[in-house]
Structures are given as structure tokens and as C-alpha cells.
């Protein structure tokens, strides 16, 4: 069972963002209800391949603004549509935008 919630955005395209299986995830460090959250790194999904800001470019494992290389992992327990992504040593999530 998935869930969304309405994340208001003032500038959409400034967003951080990735690409997997579809769907696009973005940055939720800021995000109070993510940060409340007990999330344990599960098992490496896989890394960053391509970065752009054209949506028109965007597929798996494509990112906006993360280098190619960075690590993307899955949660040990399954919280819906969330990733941890690893950064200079930074575990950072990344929930994925359902429409």
C-alpha cells in the first residue's frame, strides 16, 4: 500500500531529484514526518549514472544534481517510497513523488 502527501513547492525545478523505476524521488532532509522516521540502510540499489535538468533525459538512475556514482539504497523496513541516498559521508532520504 502506497501513500502521498502534497509537498508544496515554490521553485519545483531547483529541487533535488532522482529517477527509479519511474519514479521520481526528491530530496526529503527537510521534511519533518521523513526526519521523525527510524530508517535503516538496507540493501544498495544502485548508483547514479546520469545527471541533467532535462526532464526530457531523465530515466533510471538519473539524478538533477547528484554526481554520477552516488550510492542509492533501499530501506531494511519497507516505509513506502523512500531511498537513502549516501553523500560525502551524509545519509540523506529521498521520497518518491506519487501522482
Same mark, same amino acid.
Given at each position: 500500500?502506497?501513500s502521498?502527501?502534497?509537498i ?19 530530496n526529503?532532509k527537510?521534511?519533518?514526518w521523513v526526519?521523525? +522516521?527510524?530508517?535503516? *540502510?538496507?540493501e !544498495?540499489? @544502485?548508483? =547514479? ?13 538519473t539524478a538533477?544534481?547528484l554526481?554520477?556514482?552516488t +550510492?542509492?539504497?533501499? *530501506?531494511?523496513? !519497507?516505509? @513506502?517510497? =523512500? ?9 540523506i532520504?529521498?521520497l518518491g513523488?506519487v501522482a
Amino acid at each position: 500500500m502506497f501513500s502521498a502527501c502534497v509537498i508544496p513547492l515554490k521553485r519545483p525545478f531547483a529541487v533535488t531529484r532522482l529517477t527509479f523505476d519511474g519514479t521520481v524521488y526528491t530530496n526529503a532532509k527537510d521534511i519533518e514526518w521523513v526526519n521523525e +522516521e527510524e530508517l535503516t *540502510l538496507g540493501e !544498495k540499489v @544502485g548508483e =547514479i549514472q546520469n545527471q541533467t535538468d532535462n526532464s526530457k533525459e531523465f530515466e533510471n538512475f538519473t539524478a538533477s544534481k547528484l554526481p554520477t556514482g552516488t +550510492e542509492i539504497y533501499e *530501506l531494511e523496513e !519497507k516505509k @513506502g517510497p =523512500i531511498f537513502i541516498v549516501k553523500l560525502d559521508g551524509d545519509k540523506i532520504p529521498y521520497l518518491g513523488l506519487v501522482a
